[in-house]
């Protein structure tokens, strides 16, 4: 997770998700467990307004415990990664902390 200023601009109020990883046969148990717990510190950071990530199309069940978790889809990016010749979407999501 990071919180970073972009173009001048202040926006400390945001953090943001990395990359996220999970052999298959843990990701429910283990993917769930480890995004409460991260919701759980990041409520707990002073001025931190909301939580950001991004998720490709492909991985459904990915994007289904995000939005279990209470996030928001606030957009998409039509073709945003050419994997071997195939365009894939990207998921923007939101947690609102506040």
């Known amino acids: 997770m990071d919180s970073t200023a972009r173009r001048g601009q202040n926006v400390s109020q945001r953090a943001s998700v990395g990359r996220v990883r999970y052999r298959v046969e843990a990701r429910a148990r283990v993917g769930t467990r480890q995004m409460k717990a991260l919701l759980e ?46 365009f894939i979407d990207e998921h923007y999501l939101v947690f609102r902390l506040r």
């Open 41 to 86: 510190r990041v409520t707990a950071i002073a001025g931190l307004e909301q939580v950001l990530l991004s998720v490709t199309s492909t991985q459904i069940a990915a994007l289904a415990l995000y939005r279990s978790l209470g996030f928001e889809l606030f957009g998409t990016e039509p073709r945003a990664l050419n994997i071997n010749g195939e």
